[in-house]
């Protein structure tokens, strides 16, 4: 089991910038990457960045240049891992909630098999 908080979000107007947090523990470990989805009001769960266990980054196209995902390894434990998303020149459509998500593949028969964990979410609003 991963468990997931964020952190970090608020009321913030455009241009400026927020870094959110996703404090990770349990069977980290097991983890193959950590991301971040956001879902706006009336659109569905769109992934924005992730960072692999061999921390490769990738995030959405149209993020590119703006957001940052980050790993805190000075905090990282064997049970326990800090990762950052940081967010610059905000934009109104950036306004969504924030869900922090662990990912952890597996095999079982030969057969990819993917188990989502999901933190609580943390509000991002962005204002004109």
């Known amino acids: 089991q991963i468990q997931l908080v964020e952190s970090g979000g608020g009321l913030v107007q455009a241009g400026g910038s927020l870094r959110l947090s996703c404090v990770a523990n349990?069977?980290?470990?097991?983890?193959?990457?950590i991301g971040w989805y956001r879902q706006a009001p009336g659109k569905q769960r769109e992934w924005v960045a992730r960072?692999?266990?061999?921390?490769?980054?990738?995030?959405?196209?149209?993020l590119k240049g703006r957001f940052t995902i980050s790993r805190d390894d000075a905090k990282n434990t064997v049970n326990l891992q800090i990762v950052y998303l940081q967010m610059n020149s905000l934009k109104p459509e950036d306004t969504a909630v924030y869900y922090c998500?662990?990912?952890?593949?597996?095999?079982?028969?030969?057969?990819?098999?993917?188990?989502?964990?999901w933190g609580q979410g943390t509000q991002v609003t962005v204002s004109s």
């Open positions: 998500n662990a990912a952890v593949i597996t095999y079982p028969h030969s057969i990819i098999k993917r188990d989502d964990y």
């Open positions: 349990g069977n980290i470990i097991a983890a193959d990457s």
């Open positions: 960072i692999t266990r061999g921390d490769n980054t990738d995030y959405a196209d149209s």
